[in-house]
């Protein structure tokens, strides 16, 4: 990733996938959210291409139950 996208990703605390500290504060209609995330979920992924971040290549279900818990 370049300076701009690392600097990005520690300001905003983006160690890991899922949700930022702005998302959390953002995030109006947590119950929408959480049916969309169980519908990914319900897809049974194995992997995960991220926009930012490493590629997640196995266990990719419980990487999104892991990342939204919070909903």
């Given at each position: ?63 999104l ?7």
């Open positions: 990733p370049s300076r701009a996208t690392r600097l990005a990703a520690f300001l905003l605390a983006n160690r890991q996938p899922g949700a930022t500290w702005l998302e959390h504060v953002l995030m109006r209609d947590r119950l929408a959210a959480r049916a969309q995330v169980d519908r990914m979920i319900a897809w049974r992924p194995e992997r995960i291409a991220l926009a930012h971040g490493a590629l997640v290549e196995h266990d990719g279900c419980n990487v139950r892991r990342a939204y818990a919070w909903l």
